[in-house]
């Protein structure tokens, strides 16, 4: 079950339609994307979902098992505990759009179950032309960043989460992001995981520290 990484990785590039007239161009390449290896193991790709008016985009890690299943983003445990969330911090649901920044389900098979594994940076470096495709697409006003890998999609290696979330950001200009992110001058938040709350000794106030983060996004779209 365990592949190399490096064998099949060429990234999504050459499997991004460049005349792509909408999301749903881009939905309709997404499964024939070999652009890493992830593909190889998962069920199907799963892309990012929410109208295309959408103000706010959400980047989560990748798909979960439940997600890999049924082919769409954050319907499984950790989605139900965002979309709670989401609402808790005033967001309407029908402003968000939510995808992941690896597109694929990453996991280990552990007998017939299939135990999580945290995409790494090949996989996310792979994977990214999709979601820039995405941004491209949208144009968010307001980019919430979901946890450590979508950050490192987002904002590079050194980005900490949990020393700058819940802070309005600007959309980071070097020169670099501001041409493979065409958003500017999108706002971004980042705040912890959903899974972490899960898997929190204290989800109760994981969860408010959540939805705290998640209310200073709102906010952003409101103000
Ligand atoms: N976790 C994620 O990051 N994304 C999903 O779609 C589901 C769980
Ligand atoms: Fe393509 Fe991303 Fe899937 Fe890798 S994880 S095959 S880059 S869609």
Redesign the pocket.
């Known amino acids: 079950m365990t592949r190399p990484d490096t064998t099949t990785t060429t990234?999504?590039d050459p499997?991004v339609p460049t005349d792509a007239a909408d999301l749903a161009d881009l939905r309709a390449a997404?499964p024939g994307?070999?652009?890493?290896?992830?593909?190889q193991d998962?069920t199907q790709?799963v892309f990012g979902r929410g109208d295309a008016d959408a103000r706010v985009v959400m980047v989560g890690e990748q798909p979960g098992d439940v997600e890999d299943r049924q082919g769409l983003p954050f319907v499984g445990p950790a989605g139900h505990l965002l979309r709670r969330a989401v609402d808790d911090a005033g967001i309407a649901a029908d402003q968000i759009y939510l995808t992941n920044a690896?597109?694929?389900f990453r996991f280990q098979l552990k007998g017939s179950r299939r135990i999580h594994q945290t995409p790494d940076r090949v996989?996310i470096v792979?994977?990214r032309p999709?979601l820039v495709a995405e941004f491209a697409m949208l144009r968010p006003e307001v980019v919430v960043v979901l946890g450590a890998t979508a950050a490192k999609a987002l904002l590079g290696p050194s980005f900490r989460v949990t020393r700058s979330r819940g802070v309005p950001m600007p959309w980071p200009d070097s020169a670099q992001r501001a041409r493979d992110f065409p958003v500017a001058p999108a706002r971004l938040v980042a705040t912890i995981h959903p899974s972490a709350v899960l898997r929190a000794d204290d989800r109760e106030t994981a969860y408010r520290g959540l939805v705290a983060d998640l209310t200073v996004a709102g906010k952003l779209l409101a103000g």
């Open positions: 990234g999504a499997y997404a994307c070999r652009g890493c290896d992830l593909h998962a790709v690896v597109k694929h996989h792979a994977c999709w």
